[in-house]
């Protein structure tokens, strides 16, 4: 049966859907036969149940593109065109832009270059998902983090835990729901069905059961003001009818965290839709005029698209790489001097008016409360007092010893991660860039380090390069094309401060979590 929810439309055959996943195998040879089992069964279906096969069309077309393996994408291309003659009207493409609004399709890393450095990861995640995704090829730029980043996502829907997959699917679709992410709500609610699910559910958080009504305080309160959860919270969630363990609460914030996050960087690097979601094909001519956005907001057009990187802010790649090879610049001898730095900066990004998040949200049927807005940290919170290293990792690990080390590991790559790069220029050391990134994006969250100079911050990022973070950190569903097209940086950099802005907000607002539940 085909279940209809407001954000996609899914039906799924089980035998088919069976034969769709037995091509996640690296033996050439039974691929071989999978495809062969397909397309005979496919076309007999076509000629006796034509509606049936219809439901099957998006993913046969997602495969005859997107996969790593040429032989599946050569044998579902040649079913489609099979299909098309038999009378039978196939589906295409929507974007013609690849995997990414904002970052060209031949930059982007191609799933099927055997002699690519991340060519193995591709194809693990396709032996694992029976699908590459658009964020982990765009991610495919930073192979070295893409690997635990990988490890994190599937652990947390699919790997050990007191929570039952769909439960950990439907924690996810609410956690998106929070900055308007319809790309990341489309694929969990894929999992959640595929989990086993209860359809109803995706009709809106009304039809769940009461114990996941119970988590939208602190889905709200995580993703727009992380300072202001506390102890009281996560007592109260142990307490009474339906009540959550310690344990099946640290499992959902993890969740909650990583998908608040996540959908930042969906949202900051302009992500299409799966081409197997019902926005991101279509029965009409193909590259449509008008694309439905991973979000409800207006997508570029295809005029806006096609400008060049060099209608970005010429002034930003030079002024950055100015100051990085200068001395630090402003720097805070003094701890009360710090301690003003940190403070003028919030004051600063607080009186933005670009930082007011649009009320619309066309997944409001998720939320309990879907007018909740951002407001600015009133009070600094001292990142020592519960910091990652000290604190969130041992704590987090009394919980889950096997995701805190995953965790513990990809904070320190991404931490770590240079290629001595930046834009054209060679030998250049950009840790006070990657640093300012970092302690800027867990400032804007309200966490404070007595031990690094916020002096940095003010010297080294222009204020259009700080506004650019405020937005993409605290409402991302507001960013455009024109706040990533910044000039002289590679794309490969780009996302490269996407990810590092992901994970800084990921560690501070699951140490908030934890400090809680501590």
């Not at 002699?115 to 694992?128: D, G, I, P, R």
């Not at 979601?277 to 439905?292: E, K, V, W």
């Not at 790559?413 to 240079?418: A, M």
Request: proline letters at 4%; aromatic letters at 12%; charged letters at 20%.
């Amino acid at each position: 049966a085909v279940v209809s929810t407001q954000s996609g439309h899914y039906g799924r055959d089980t035998k088919v859907e069976d034969m769709f996943s037995k091509l996640a195998t690296e033996d050439e040879a039974e691929r071989a036969i999978v495809i062969q089992d397909i397309q005979q069964d496919i076309k007999e279906l076509a000629s006796t149940e034509l509606d049936s096969v219809k439901l099957f069309l998006s993913t046969i077309l997602r495969l005859s593109q997107r996969s790593p393996f040429d032989d599946i994408t050569h044998g579902m291309k040649q079913l489609l065109q099979q299909l098309e003659g038999l009378g039978l009207q196939v589906p295409r493409i929507r974007f013609r832009k690849g995997p990414s609004f904002y970052i060209p399709h031949d930059v982007v890393p191609k799933l099927n270059d055997t002699s690519s450095e991340v060519y193995h990861l591709f194809k693990n995640a396709f032996l694992n998902d029976a699908r590459v995704s658009h964020m982990v090829q765009v991610m495919g730029f930073h192979p070295a983090y893409l690997s635990y980043w990988i490890q994190t996502h599937h652990y947390l829907l699919r790997g050990p835990g007191q929570l039952p997959k769909y439960f950990r699917a439907y924690i996810g679709i609410l956690a998106s729901c929070r900055h308007h992410c319809l790309y990341s709500v489309n694929l969990l609610e894929r999992e959640f069905l595929c989990f086993g699910g209860p359809p109803t559910w995706l009709q809106g958080i009304q039809y769940a059961p009461r114990k996941i009504q119970r988590l939208s305080t602190i889905n709200d309160i995580l993703c727009n003001s992380p300072w202001a959860l506390n102890n009281h919270h996560m007592q109260e969630l142990q307490q009474g009818a339906d009540c959550w363990s310690r344990q099946e609460l640290s499992q959902a914030l993890t969740i909650i965290c990583h998908f608040h996050a996540l959908t930042q960087f969906i949202l900051g690097c302009g992500l299409t839709h799966e081409i197997d979601s019902s926005a991101g094909h279509t029965y009409g001519s193909s590259g449509c005029s008008t694309p439905i956005k991973t979000s409800p907001l207006d997508a570029p057009s295809d005029e806006e698209s096609s400008l060049s990187e060099k209608s970005g802010d010429p002034i930003l790649f030079d002024d950055i790489y100015t100051r990085l090879m200068q001395e630090a610049g402003e720097t805070s001898n003094s701890e009360e001097l710090n301690h003003q730095h940190f403070a003028d900066l919030l004051e600063q990004q607080s009186n933005r008016e670009l930082l007011q998040m649009r009320k619309s949200n066309a997944l409001s049927h998720y939320l309990m409360n879907p007018d909740f807005q951002y407001t600015v940290a009133k009070e600094m919170i001292h990142g020592h007092e519960f910091d990652w290293e000290e604190m969130g990792f041992p704590v987090f690990r009394g919980y889950n010893t096997e995701l805190a080390d995953i965790l513990d590991e990809k904070f320190r790559v991404i931490q770590s991660l240079t290629y001595n790069t930046m834009g054209k220029r060679a030998n250049v050391d950009t840790t006070k860039l990657r640093e300012s990134v970092w302690y800027f994006t867990q400032q804007l969250l309200g966490v404070y380090f007595t031990d690094f100079d916020y002096g940095l911050v003010k010297s080294m990022l222009p204020d259009n390069f700080k506004d650019y973070i405020s937005v993409t950190v605290l409402t991302p569903e507001k960013l455009q094309e024109d706040n990533f097209r910044f000039t002289g940086f590679t794309y490969s950099e780009k996302v490269h401060f996407s990810l590092i802005m992901m994970e800084s907000r990921f560690q501070a607002t699951f140490c908030y979590g934890l400090k809680a539940l501590d």
